[in-house]
């Protein structure tokens, strides 16, 4: 299994026969460049969104077009980019499992707030979320947009991922020292990789909290396009 990191919130995961993009945001994204953000999406077979903030969902469609890979996500969200022109994978809803060739996927809660700009105006969008994604005998954990929340505590229980990859810079989501808090307390990860963070001034820019705030566990501040080997 490979994760890269496309800066800011959305990932590359190189997982069993599939090349997932979650929430791919790669035009106006200052942490990756143009020629990054090509590489980042070649190859891709399925893509996640979260949510629909423009960080997250403006360039689904444009790389949906690119990649031919479908988009998924919960219903609302999906009825809308597939309207602009992405290609439908499964419009589904938290609870459900979906699976693409060898990876399953499970959407999850999150806790924040999920909007997009339609013909000028601001326009609800379902529900934020986060996935569980199993595939190679491993369980990951992305947490999407959120705080800490109840909910993981039955997510760690039930699904026990030994792979975090958590939104932590704060501001708009839980920070670097409440990520921790939260993977203590309901998970037991092997691994955690931070997200969302590094971006804008008002984010984190270190992980450093996070690291010195779980012992034991395998904290690694990702590169952009730079492989992490699991």
Known sequence: MNILWLG???FRIEIE?????????????????????ERGIEGATQILITHGHFDHSSDIVEVSKKTGAPVSGIVELVGQLTAEGAQEGHA????G???????????????????KEVNGHGRYMGSETGFIIRGEERTI???????????MDWIGAYHQPDIGILSAGGYYTMDMKAAAWA??????????????YRTFEALEQSAEALRDSLP??????PEV??????
């Open 8 to 10: 800011h919130g959305s």
């Open 97 to 115: 499992t979906i699976t693409f060739g060898k990876v399953a996927v499970t959407m999850v809660p999150a806790s924040h707030s999920s909007s």
């Open 183 to 196: 993977a203590k307390r309901y998970f037991n990860f092997k691994t955690v990789i931070p997200g969302h």
């Open 92 to 95: 589904f809803n938290k609870g």
């Open 17 to 37: 026969d599939q090349v997932l993009l979650v929430d791919p945001w790669i035009n106006d994204n200052p942490m990756i460049d143009a020629a990054q953000a």
């Open 216 to 221: 034991g566990v395998d904290v690694i501040e």
């Open 141 to 151: 954990y992305f947490s999407g947009d959120t705080t800490i929340m109840a909910d």
């Open 225 to 230: 396009m730079q492989a992490i080997a699991l």
